[in-house]
């Protein structure tokens, strides 16, 4: 099959090139046979070919009713798992959201799969204990190292 040009809208407005691969690769992670997720992504992609963009939602529910085709048991888990993995990444944001506020200026948060990085810059004025607090809330196991003569909070 050729290679598509379509754009795909993110939920937070961001844009990508559609990847076919990256498609069957979600599918897979989310308990799919590699056949069926490779005979659902040709399916999609057939759909795609007069397109110069679409929503990420609109291929969800696209794959969603392609494999109800398929198994209506098998549609419903990998909608339920696609939610989890929405509200897993929304209670992320969440989270690093507040460990940028309790980090401020003394220090820098990366969102890591999973986790965090952060980077300790002024340690006189970082806040160990919020910072901690709220990583253990959360149940992140966590681990420090040393980074380029820094501190670097390592949670997951």
Do not use: C
């Not at 990847?19 to 999609?44: P, W």
């Not at 198994?71 to 929304?90: P, V």
């Not at 507040?98 to 948060?109: I, N, T």
Request: hydrophobic share 40%; aromatic share 8%.
């Amino acid at each position: 099959m050729h290679r598509l040009k379509v754009e795909v809208i993110k939920k937070d407005g961001t844009r990508e090139k559609f990847s076919r691969a990256k498609l069957v690769r979600g599918m897979i992670r989310a308990g799919l046979q590699k056949h069926i997720a490779e005979e659902i992504a040709d399916k999609v992609q057939l759909k795609l070919t007069d397109k110069s963009e679409i929503s990420s939602s609109w291929i969800r529910q696209e794959v969603i009713s392609l494999i109800r085709e398929i198994d209506t048991k098998l549609a419903e888990e990998f909608a339920m798992f696609q939610k989890s993995i929405r509200n897993l990444a929304k209670n992320e944001q969440y989270i690093e959201t507040k460990l940028r506020l309790l980090v401020g200026s003394a220090g820098e948060v990366k969102s890591v799969y999973g986790g965090f990085h952060i980077i300790v810059n002024d340690p006189d004025e970082f806040d160990f204990y919020g910072v901690f607090l709220e990583l253990l809330r959360y149940s992140q196991s966590i681990q420090i190292e040393a980074d380029n003569d820094k501190l670097k909070i390592v949670s997951k």
